[in-house]
């Protein structure tokens, strides 16, 4: 029950001082790693932390009163996921670490102390980075495709030929990408060397490959 009055009382603290801090810090999270979110804050003792995130309705992500971490009303989706660090800037045990980063996890969170009865906010805009780490060539009688799996944020897909053709772009219930393209190429004289370029904002990668024509000639064994 007490927990339950401070927490109330936090949150009616917070519901009034909620405005932009105006300093927004972004950051960039690897899928499926630990990611590690900053909490500056001026000297003083902290006795109350509280991160939540505010994309999705001010969700509780972590909160620490009374000497120790509170997971009562922690939103469930942080479950077992988070926990504070000491921040190697300040000294104190101030820093979210962040468990197994998810797409879902992208957004802005938020997080207060209070240093002598006063709360100071600081804001921080989490991105998800799951970046193209293969990308596959594959031939079928005129044609070749190619695709790649597991990317965010929303890839693009570039042939170094011309014409160029449209891709097909499906999400994962992890919310991640996959995406695909194909060239026909019954038409081309010669040996083409093709490229295949998958990137996001934040990373790229190319596959190169040398198209060769079949030969119309027909080869002669002699018994």
Not at 83 to 110: A, F, H, P, W
């Amino acid at each position: 029950m007490k927990d339950q009055n401070l927490l109330t009382i936090i949150m009616l603290i917070l519901m009034f001082q909620d405005v932009s801090t105006g300093k927004e810090t972004t950051i960039t999270c690897r899928y499926n790693t630990s990611c590690f979110l900053s909490c500056p804050h001026p000297q003083g003792n902290v006795t109350i932390l509280h991160w939540k995130k505010e994309t999705e309705g001010d969700l509780t992500v972590h909160s620490f009163y009374y000497e120790k971490d509170q997971f009562e009303h922690q939103d469930p989706r942080f479950k077992n996921r988070t926990s504070l660090v000491v921040d190697q800037d300040t000294g104190r045990k101030t820093r979210l670490q962040l468990k197994n980063v998810k797409v879902q996890d992208e957004g802005k969170y938020q997080c207060h102390t209070d240093i002598d009865n006063n709360f100071t906010p600081s804001d921080v805009l989490l991105q998800v980075d799951a970046p193209v780490q293969r990308v596959d060539m594959v031939r079928t009688g005129n044609s070749v495709t190619c695709s790649s799996e597991g990317v965010y944020p929303k890839p693009e897909l570039t042939w170094s030929s011309s014409p160029q053709s449209s891709s097909t772009v499906q999400q994962t219930e992890e919310k991640l990408y996959n995406i695909s393209s194909s060239l026909e190429l019954s038409d081309m004289d010669g040996d083409l060397l093709l490229s295949c370029t998958v990137s996001t904002g934040l990373s790229k990668w190319t596959t190169t490959t040398t198209w060769r024509k079949p030969s119309e000639e027909h080869n002669t064994i002699k018994c």
